[in-house]
Every structure is written in C-alpha cells, then in structure tokens.
C-alpha cells in the first residue's frame, strides 16, 4: 500500500477543503468539514480499495492521517 495514494483517496473523500491541506501529518480531525460522516466514509473507502474493517476506536486512536495510514497498513 502506498502512502501517497492513501492520502490522494482520503482527500478525494472531502469536497470544501483545499487537497493541499490534506497531508500525512494533518490532524485530520480539525479539519472544518470533518464529522461521523466523514468517519463512516473513510471506513467504507478503507474496506473498499484495501480491504481492511476499521473500527471506530481505530479512528479515535489516530490523531493525524499518518497514523491512520500506518493503522490501516498494520490490518493488511
């Protein structure tokens, strides 16, 4: 699994903020258009392009989107 492509895909996720501000060490969860929502969109998007069940406390548990890539990469 690549880094850059996991982050290309989460940012897809997300119509009003600017792509450049989504990068490997950005608190994803400050970001202004982030919500439950967005939360269960980035499960689906996980299980759909790798294959991989996050939970909720996974999300919880990562604090930036690097984490969040390394969580997803140590369920693979």
Known sequence: MDKKEFIEK???LFEETDKTEIIDDVKFKE???WSSIMALNVIA????EYDVM???DDIRSAQTLNQLFEIVQNKL
Do not use: T
């Open 31 to 33: 970001l202004d258009e």
């Open 54 to 56: 996050l939970k909720g």
């Open 10 to 12: 989460f940012a897809d």
């Open 45 to 48: 998007m996980v299980d759909e």
